[in-house]
C-alpha cells in the first residue's frame, strides 16, 4: 500500500487547501478514500442516530502535478485512511506562499500522512516543513460502510439562495431557537422558518429555480403531476446548517437542495472539479 502526491501550482494549492478547511469545519474525523482518479472525504454518522453525513469528491488531476497510489490489492485498488482533516488544514496553512507540497503515506511509528512543504528561501537551499499527520488504516471489510449515499426519493428540489445571504439569516435565526424549518415548493419558493412559543420569524426567498432532474429512464421527470405551490418542510438541527454555511470556503458555481418531507434535508454544492454533498436528518 503506497501512496505519494505532489502539488506544485499555488493556485492549486490554494484551493486544495480551501477545500481542507471547508471540510475541517464540517468533521472532526473522516474518512479519506484515494483511488487512482479520486479523493473522496466521507463522513458517515449514522444519519438514523441523527449524525449528519458529508461526501466530497474531487478529481486528482485537477489538483495534483504528481499522484501516485498502490492500494491494498490488485482488485481493489483503494486505500482508506481516517484522520482529522483539521490536523491536514493546519499543515496546509503553511503552504500559502510555498513552491511545492508533497504528500506521501508513511509508516515509522505509526501510519502517518507526511506533508512536506518547501518553502521559499533567499539562499540556493529550499527549507521544509514537515509535518506528520497520524492516519488510521481502515481494513478492508469496513469499506462497505463507505459507499456514497443514495440520493433519497426526494420531494422538491430546489436552487439556494446566495449562501451569504442565507448563512447571516440563519446566524440571526439561531439566537431564537435550536432548530429551523426548510420548506420548498416547485415554484421556485423557500422559506427558512422559526417557531417556538414566543417567536414566530419567517424568511421568504423566490424566483430560485428548480433543478431539472431526469427519472431513472433518462426522461426528465414531469412537475405536471404535482401542485407547484405545496411546500415540502422539514425541521432540522440549526447548528448542522449554520456549520454547513459557515464553513463555506469554495464558492460554489451551483447549489442546491433536496428535501424529503419530514425526513432528510440533502444539500449539495458544486465547483467545477470539486462535489459536496451534505445530509442533514429531519427532526421528528
Known sequence: MRFRAKIVDLACLNHFSRIINTIAKLAKTCILRLTVCKLYFILSDKVANGGASMWCELSQGNFFDEFQMEGVAAEHNEIYLELMPENLSRALKTSQSAKAVKIKLTNKHCPCLRVAVELPSLSSSSRIVTHDIPVGVIPRRMW????????????????????????????????????????????????????????????????????????????????????????AEACIDIKKLQQLLAGQQVNPTKALCNIVRKRIVHFILLHEEVSLQYFIPAIA
Open 144 to 231: 462497505n460502510d463507505f459507499r456514497e449515499p443514495s440520493v433519497p426519493d426526494f420531494d422538491v428540489s430546489i436552487y439556494l439562495p446566495v449562501l451569504k445571504t442565507m448563512k447571516s439569516v440563519v446566524e440571526r435565526m439561531k439566537n431564537l431557537s435550536n432548530f429551523i424549518v426548510i420548506e420548498a415548493n416547485l415554484n421556485g419558493e423557500m422559506n427558512l422558518k422559526i417557531e417556538t412559543d414566543l417567536v414566530s420569524v419567517t424568511t421568504h426567498f423566490k424566483d430560485l429555480g428548480n433543478p431539472p432532474w431526469a427519472s431513472e429512464d433518462g426522461c426528465q421527470s414531469s412537475a405536471q403531476d404535482r401542485d407547484l405551490e405545496s411546500m
